[in-house]
């Protein structure tokens, strides 16, 4: 079997609550898919993009969890490593706003140092049921010091340029690091080999994500 070769990897996780989108958000950026039944996540999951930024072949590594107390298996092997974090709220659910310090936290506290933050405010497309204003989700973004999106996973906004501004972030860390900063940053996907692994081994939850 050909040996994978790439310059850098970036691991890459979502938190949140459970039923934000996360999985949907992780699905619509590598397969361009969306589940409008999607089940809670039970474990962990990845899934693997290559870019290039730079001439340089960059793997991203993107893990998903499950936002569901009783189902979180969350360990400090999830936050262990990760260049970039995305912080996922629901618009329309003012809870899993109210639980975003939770989650930011627990990315202070079990996170690497320097780990990158994007807050995402997910499901834009359900502007009729919109409870969490776009200039609230600002306001938080500016008290955690990160950059803002809304993204819809469903109607496909901002899901490609939240995960390409996160990765022109953690390169631009890395280079500014080792001061090397003549050549341009553009990025382009390279090669569709995307693909999304299960890497849990317990049973599915019976019940649908929401219901
Ligand atoms: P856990 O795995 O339990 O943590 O949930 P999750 O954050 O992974 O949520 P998931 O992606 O499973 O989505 C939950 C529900 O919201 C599903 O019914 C999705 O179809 C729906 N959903 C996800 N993203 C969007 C979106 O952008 N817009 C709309 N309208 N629905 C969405
Ligand atoms: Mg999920």
Redesign the pocket.
């Given at each position: 079997m050909e040996k994978e070769s790439y310059d850098l990897l970036f691991k890459l996780i979502?938190i949140?609550?459970?039923?934000?989108?996360?999985?949907?958000?992780?699905?619509?950026y590598l397969k361009n898919e969306?589940?409008?039944?999607?089940?809670?996540?039970?474990g962990v999951e990845f899934g693997t993009k290559n870019i290039i930024i730079n001439n340089k072949k960059i793997k991203i590594q993107i893990w998903?969890?499950?936002?569901?107390e009783r189902?979180r298996s969350i360990t400090s092997a999830y936050y262990k490593g990760a260049k970039g974090c995305f912080i996922?709220y629901?618009i329309?659910n003012s809870q899993s706003f109210d639980d975003i310090i939770k989650w930011y936290e627990e990315i202070k506290r079990s996170g690497d140092k320097g780990v990158s933050i994007i807050l995402v405010g997910?499901?834009?497309?359900?502007e009729n049921e919109r409870k969490i204003t776009i200039e609230m989700g600002k306001n938080k973004a500016k008290e955690m010091n990160c950059p803002f999106y809304e993204?819809?996973?469903?109607?496909n906004?901002m899901i490609e340029q939240v995960f390409k501004s996160m990765c022109e972030d953690i390169y631009n860390k890395i280079k500014s690091e080792k001061k090397d900063d003549d050549e341009d940053d553009d990025i382009e996907i390279v090669k569709d080999e995307n693909k999304i692994v299960n890497i849990n081994i317990e049973a599915k939850?019976k019940k649908?994500?929401?219901?």
């Open positions: 979502l949140g609550d459970s039923c934000v989108g996360k999985s949907n958000i992780l699905l619509k969306f589940d409008p039944n999607s089940r809670a996540t039970v998903d969890t499950a936002g569901q189902y996922v629901d329309t997910n499901k834009c497309d359900l993204t819809s996973a469903l109607s906004i939850p649908k994500c929401c219901k």
